[in-house]
Nanobody, 122 residues
Framework: HVQLVESGGGSVQVGGSLTLSCAAS????????MGWFRHAPGKEREGVAA????????YYADSVKGRFTISQDNAKNMVYLQVNSLKAEDTAMYYC????????????????WGQGTQVTVS
């Protein structure tokens, strides 16, 4: 099992920036994939970025390309989401998720989720 704890959310003005952090513990593995998702009231949950720990390949939703950057610090078991040029529509609860990449490739689902960190842009 993997435990995930997000932090770094807050209230910012349009155009501002934040760094979201996800601390992973438990059975972490270099074969893991990790992702950031967001969920705003009245909207469906949206995947915004993902990273393969081994090789550091990254993926982004079109809505955040060029503004968000996902990165990792393997020594600290941390994954980060740098969010820049924030827009009001970026307001949401942001969640970190993880799973073995091989399993995720089959199921398309992450098994492990954090509790979320709120980002409010106004």
């Amino acid at each position: 099992h993997v435990q995930l704890v997000e932090s770094g959310g807050g209230s910012v003005q349009v155009g501002g920036s934040l760094t979201l952090s996800c601390a992973a513990s438990g059975t972490t593995s270099s074969n893991n994939c990790m992702g950031w998702f967001r969920h705003a009231p009245g909207k469906e949950r949206e995947g915004v970025a993902a990273i393969m720990i081994l090789g550091a390949t990254t993926y982004y939703a079109d809505s955040v390309k060029g503004r968000f950057t996902i990165s990792q610090d393997n020594a600290k078991n941390m994954v980060y989401l740098q969010v820049n040029s924030l827009k009001a529509e970026d307001t949401a609860m942001y969640y970190c998720a993880a799973d073995e990449c091989s399993r995720f490739a089959i199921t398309g689902q992450f098994r492990y989720w954090g509790q979320g960190t709120q980002v409010t842009v106004s």
